[in-house]
């Protein structure tokens, strides 16, 4: 267990629709990732946030957002859903911000678009 | 797009015997992280090398980096069922920000 928690496990959503994903870091831990993973592949980098603060995102579109609250826990919010969007959604803590410390993945949540 | 590329991509052996998984990546790192996956489930962390290593060791894991060859192996001795799973390598890139990159993974079974 690595103390990473997610919610849901699991979500059916339409085409179209908003989501709210939900992510608890570890103790002591200032900075979270966000992942996507289709199936078969491996994940791909979202974003990052330090302490509250947006310090690094990858080649997703705007209508995927972030935020990251005081206690460090974090939030994935993803608008206009397409079909594509269906996969495994991984968040990581880690502490450091720019480190190159480990990152501890949560079960991830299952998103399902129809 | 993915950085690293894992092969074999899938691996099927008997319990007791070794199962050796390779990547290769393709930029400067800072470090290199092998993740274990079960049934689409989160990642589970096994080892970190950081770039000026060549090679580590964690119970009956042994990897090794190659910065010239931009490769690495991971080495799992003496393999349990339980050892099913998708493996991950993650290159740290130098960007400023913790950004993992991920290979395309093997997929283990170990047959009792």
């Known amino acids: 267990e690595t103390g990473v928690t997610q919610s849901p496990t699991h979500l059916i959503k339409t085409r179209g629709q908003q989501v709210t994903l939900r992510c608890s870091s570890q103790?002591?831990?200032?900075?979270v990732s966000w992942y996507q993973q289709a199936l078969g592949q491996g994940p791909q980098f979202i974003f990052q946030?330090?302490?509250?603060?947006?310090?690094g995102r990858g080649n997703f579109p705007p209508r995927f957002s972030g935020l990251q609250f005081p206690n460090y826990s974090s939030e994935l919010n993803v608008n206009a859903l397409e079909l594509d969007d269906s996969a495994l959604y991984l968040c990581?803590?880690?502490?450091?911000?720019?480190?190159?410390?480990?990152?501890?993945f949560g079960p991830g949540t299952r998103l399902t678009v129809l | 797009s993915q950085q690293g590329e894992e092969d074999p991509q899938a691996l099927s052996i008997q319990e007791g015997e070794n199962a050796t998984m390779n990547c290769s990546y393709k930029?400067?790192?800072?470090?290199l992280q092998w993740y274990r996956q079960n049934s689409g489930r989160g990642l589970v962390h096994l080892i970190l090398i950081r770039s000026n290593e060549r090679e580590k060791h964690s119970g009956r894991l042994r990897v090794t980096l190659d910065t010239s060859k931009k490769s690495s192996s991971l080495l799992i001795t003496a393999s349990r069922a339980a050892d099913t799973a998708s493996y991950f390598c993650a290159t740290a890139v130098p960007t400023g920000f913790q950004k993992l990159v991920f290979g395309t993974g093997t997929r283990l079974l170990v047959s009792p």
């Open positions: 930029t400067s790192i800072n470090n």
């Open positions: 103790s002591g831990h200032n900075t």
């Open positions: 990581a803590s880690s502490s450091g911000g720019a480190g190159t410390d480990t990152q501890y």
């Open positions: 946030y330090y302490r509250e603060e947006e310090n």
